[in-house]
């Protein structure tokens, strides 16, 4: 079945300091897609990174990077020189191809602080 | 261009009426969504549109129901509100194709069910 499982409730780093928040998924579709939302607390969603199940690097976009190691089925997001802005709920989402109809689910978020 | 737009933004009902949530996209996406967002469990799928006409059952449809007449539009109604359905309700679309089509919500919903 579906699933997209996040470990970790609540992460905690030091400004300018890189943090990677984890990822893993289960799914028996060759064809998928793996995606990183950040939640601020005003409460909207906002895209960071896609990565497709193809794909032979890994997605970067700025400060963001998708750690994806598919015989693992991970999609571990990496934040580089984070910054007090980046203190919000990450939501990493799977998204399955034609024949699921294009479900995308949601793993429960990892809450993360950046500390002055 | 306003994206998404759902109404209303915040609704107190008591239990055991009926309320339609209202989710409108101007961006011509062929898939729209429905999600409920629950502290500790993240964005659940409730249901699902590909298209215009068709609709589908996502992780927890139960209580809920959608319809999908036109590409712009995609009401979800709770026939007959339950406490446990108090939650912040996010519509969103995207293209429909495979891959990389990301999503884009709406500002959501914030329900209470008393």
């Known amino acids: 079945a579906q699933k997209i499982t996040q470990t970790q409730p609540g992460m905690f780093v030091q400004e300018k300091e890189a943090v990677t928040l984890d990822c893993t998924y289960d799914t028996s579709d060759q064809s998928y897609g793996l995606f990183w939302y950040k939640q601020p607390s005003s409460g909207e969603m906002i895209f960071l990174i896609y990565?497709?199940?193809?794909?032979?690097q890994n997605a970067t976009e700025g400060r963001y990077s998708l750690n994806f190691q598919k015989a693992r089925k991970s999609a571990n997001l990496v934040i580089s020189a984070s910054q007090l802005g980046d203190s919000a709920m990450y939501f990493c989402a799977m998204r399955e191809g034609h024949i699921r109809g294009f479900k995308t689910i949601f793993g429960a978020g990892t809450r993360l602080f950046v500390k002055a | 261009i306003a994206g998404i737009t759902q109404a209303p933004t915040s609704q107190i009902l008591a239990a055991g009426r009926r309320m339609t949530l209202r989710c409108t996209q101007d961006?011509?996406?062929?898939?729209m969504y429905w999600y409920r967002q629950d502290l500790g469990l993240g964005l659940r799928l409730i249901h699902y549109s590909n298209t215009a006409g068709t609709t589908g059952k996502g992780e927890v449809p139960d209580g809920y129901s959608v319809s999908r007449a036109n590409t712009d539009d995609f009401p979800l109604t709770l026939a007959s509100a339950v406490p446990s359905q108090t939650s912040v309700y996010f519509c969103a679309s995207s293209e429909s194709r495979g891959g990389g089509a990301e999503q884009f919500f709406g500002p959501g919903t914030r329900l209470t069910v008393l």
């Open positions: 961006m011509r996406h062929n898939a």
């Open positions: 990565q497709g199940s193809y794909d032979e």
